[in-house]
T-cell receptor
Framework: GQNIDQPTEMTATEGAIVQINCTYQ??????LFWYQQHAGEAPTFLSY????GLEEKGRFSSFLSRSKGYSYLLLKELQMKDSASYLC??????????FGAGTRLAVHP | ETGVTQSPTHLIKTRGQQVTLRCSSQ?????VSWYQQALGQGPQFIFQ???????GRGNFPPRFSGLQFPNYSSELNVNALELDDSALYLC????????????FGSGTRLTVV
């Protein structure tokens, strides 16, 4: 079966650091992806990991451990505009993405 | 370079009706994938079109069907609408990079009453 778990909601303070965890159990694996989605808008690509380890892109970093079926997205120097849903997704067969339910992040002053 | 455009933006239909949603792929992309995103959930893969043929399908009934045209644009058709079909329908186009080069459209918000 396919199962991707991430926390439903998180809150954080402007300027702080937040880590959003994702665990997955899927029948196939073609990479672990993170997307940001503001309410009513298209998901926008943040990062992907194919190999174990940390990928850093500015204020965003993503980590993958394939043996543990675990990833996290790290957001530093939080800004109000980072308030959004963050979607963890696994690359599956047929060139498709298998998404988790998303984590709604609220950043407050 | 134009992005992925979807139309209409919003739509209200009555249970039992049929609906057609449209997607224009990003320039240079030849594959279109459709996703359904219910409120508070992540997108769920419906199907994908490549070279005008269905190239993979998720766990959706046959009343969900699609088309791809020679210019790589695509349609999603849903027959016999049910209340649970109310969702945001997202289209994503991709080229040779596949899922590593997905570009999503802003979606069509379908409400079935």
């Amino acid at each position: 079966g396919q199962n991707i778990d991430q926390p439903t909601e998180m809150t954080a303070t402007e300027g702080a650091i937040v880590q959003i965890n994702c665990t997955y159990q899927t029948s196939g694996f073609n990479g672990l992806f993170w997307y940001q989605q503001h309410a009513g808008e298209a998901p926008t690509f943040l990062s992907y990991n194919v190999l174990d380890g940390l990928e850093e892109k500015g204020r965003f970093s993503s980590f993958l451990s394939r043996s543990k079926g675990y990833s996290y997205l790290l957001l530093k120097e939080l800004q109000m505009k980072d308030s959004a849903s963050y979607l963890c997704a696994v690359g599956g067969g047929y060139n498709k993405l298998i998404f988790g339910a998303g984590t709604r992040l609220a950043v407050h002053p | 370079e134009t992005g992925v455009t979807q139309s209409p933006t919003h739509l209200i239909k009555t249970r039992g009706q049929q609906v057609t949603l449209r997607c224009s792929s990003q320039s240079g992309h030849n594959t279109v994938s459709w996703y359904q995103q219910a409120l508070g959930q992540g997108p769920q893969f419906i199907f994908q079109y490549y070279r005008e043929e269905e190239n993979g399908r998720g766990n959706f009934p046959p009343r969900f069907s699609g088309l791809q045209f020679p210019n790589y644009s695509s349609e999603l058709n849903v027959n016999a609408l049910e209340l649970d079909d109310s969702a945001l329908y997202l289209c994503a186009s991709s080229g040779k990079q596949g899922i590593y080069g997905y570009t999503f459209g802003s979606g069509t918000r379908l409400t079935v009453v």
